[in-house]
């Protein structure tokens, strides 16, 4: 059996089923690297401090730095006797460095460790995927860009409403992630904090300086009160909120694409990359990957949850319990990264059928709510126009009539205002032009926001 950290307050060893329910290094392993930088920022300011010999606090930081490069380089093996990673850090330090080893730990505590250690596993990926959202807004624009004269039906209860663009729902897309981005960007601000020197709970009545530690590891603060430091998980369960709802995004813009590639819509195709076909039908086609992330994304719901209940009622400070915030941590972290990257991949592989969506638009009453505008610039009340136009609709259907095959007459039969030019709103591209509100789907509009994005995200 490996050595333990804390071993010499007991006269027996810990039961084999003890030892399986409590050993933690089978995934906080991933903390291998973070806890050698830290280690490394810590013996040089014990060594700084007089804490330690300067000597001591170089030999530290040579050993850590070979089992960095270890790390780095994929020959690093983690022993699964020991307790955790920390203890395997410890028991392969003192192999390459001898007794100086000892010293690492002085000034600090697992508890004040673990959790700078997560703190770094977080910033990193929260660095990756913060890119990782740009990249899929990139791969939107560019998309959008493309297709910036596709006109598309427009959807409210999955029942067809109004033409817009399809590169204006791409921009509804960019806007979801934008506002994630900003979720990520904040929970960094606060996972950006050195905890390290809080020690156990208590801080320590040696001479540390914890403000050297904070810019050697590049935090942008020092965590104010030692007890809050080792007690705090609020930073993961921030983080793990905002892959909750960035999940809940990426499924909502899964199912309009997975119902946009069947063959009753019917409006693009997927790249062969991200698509599977079926093991009994050969004709099948099946845009499994996006059903993957839409089903996946189920989980980081109930991870947050799992965080949430785990830190509810825990007294201060430190309590094991918190040991379990790493395995729900890690998966949604590393999860999330594989998932913005599959769909920016099905974005660059999207082909549209123009022909196909243009003979989705054919119908006039996509335009009922052009025509009511056209009353109420007439001067007829909001309330009227909507009957005019409710009823003009109902008798269109119940006798197959076309509102375009009306005359002049027929029409003012509804509403003494109408005359010819009421006919010259009945097209998708009218449709879309005439729109004037901030945000809307007018083409000028959708092509600035485009252009405004393409210099955002360069």
């Known amino acids: 059996m490996a050595t333990r950290l804390w071993g010499s307050r007991f006269a027996g060893s ?41 000597k001591d606090a170089s030999a530290l930081v040579s050993g ?26 410890q028991i392969k330090l003192k192999k390459l460095i001898g007794q100086p080893a000892d010293k690492l730990h002085t000034a600090r505590s697992r508890n004040d460790q673990v959790v700078t250690d997560v703190r770094l596993y ?76 809080a020690c156990a709970f208590s801080g320590t009545s040696l001479p540390t300086d914890r403000d050297y530690v904070t810019k050697k590891l590049g935090f942008s603060a020092t965590a104010a009160n030692s007890i809050d430091a080792v007690a705090d998980r609020d930073f993961i369960i921030e983080i793990m909120a905002a892959i909750a709802i960035t999940g809940m995004h990426l499924t909502r813009v899964c199912e309009d694409l997975i119902l946009w590639v069947t063959s009753e819509f019917d409006f693009i195709s997927l790249a062969d990359t991200v698509c599977t076909g079926s093991s009994i039908m050969p004709h099948k086609k099946n845009p ?43 998966d949604a972290l590393e999860t999330m990264e594989d998932m913005l990257e599959i769909m920016a991949q099905v974005f660059d592989g999207i082909k549209v059928k123009k022909d196909v969506i243009k003979g989705r638009i054919t119908s006039e009453y996509f335009f009922s709510v052009d025509i009511l505008d056209y009353l109420v610039k007439k001067g007829v009340s909001y309330r009227d ?3 005019t136009i409710g009823a003009m609709v109902r008798e269109c259907l119940d006798h197959g009539r076309k509102i375009s095959d009306m005359n002049v007459a027929q029409l003012k ?30 083409p000028d509009m959708v092509k600035a926001q485009i252009n405004k994005w393409k210099k955002r995200l360069k």
């Open 122 to 197: 977080s910033l990193d990926h929260l660095e990756n995927i913060l890119a990782l959202v740009e990249g899929l807004q990139i791969a939107l624009i560019t998309f959008a860009d493309k297709n910036q004269d596709v006109i598309i039906p427009g959807y409210t209860h999955l029942q067809s409403a109004q033409v817009v663009l399809m590169s204006h729902q791409m921009l509804a897309y960019v806007e979801m992630l934008e506002r994630d981005k900003g979720r990520f960007e904040d929970a960094r601000g606060r996972t950006n904090i050195n905890t390290l020197g």
């Open 14 to 54: 810990l039961s084999k089923s003890s030892q399986r329910f409590t050993y933690s290094i089978s995934y906080d392993h991933k903390l291998a690297l973070y806890d050698c930088v830290a280690g490394i920022a810590h013996a040089q300011m014990l060594g700084e401090q007089g804490i330690i010999p300067k």
């Open 413 to 442: 039969r509804y509403s003494m205002h109408f005359e010819e030019d009421v006919k010259n709103l009945l097209t998708p591209e009218m449709s879309v032009r005439i729109k004037r509100s901030i945000g809307s789907t007018n």
């Open 64 to 89: 850590l730095k070979a089992l960095i490069k270890s790390i780095e380089g994929g020959t690093y093996v983690f022993d699964p006797a020991s307790e955790d990673v920390h203890t395997d850090i």
């Open 385 to 387: 126009a909507h009957d």
């Open 288 to 330: 499994d990957v996006l059903e993957l992330v839409r089903g996946t994304a189920s989980k980081f719901p109930g991870r947050l949850m799992e965080l949430l209940v785990l830190m509810k009622g825990l007294p201060l400070s430190y309590n094991r319990d918190m040991q379990m915030d790493k395995p729900a941590l890690f």
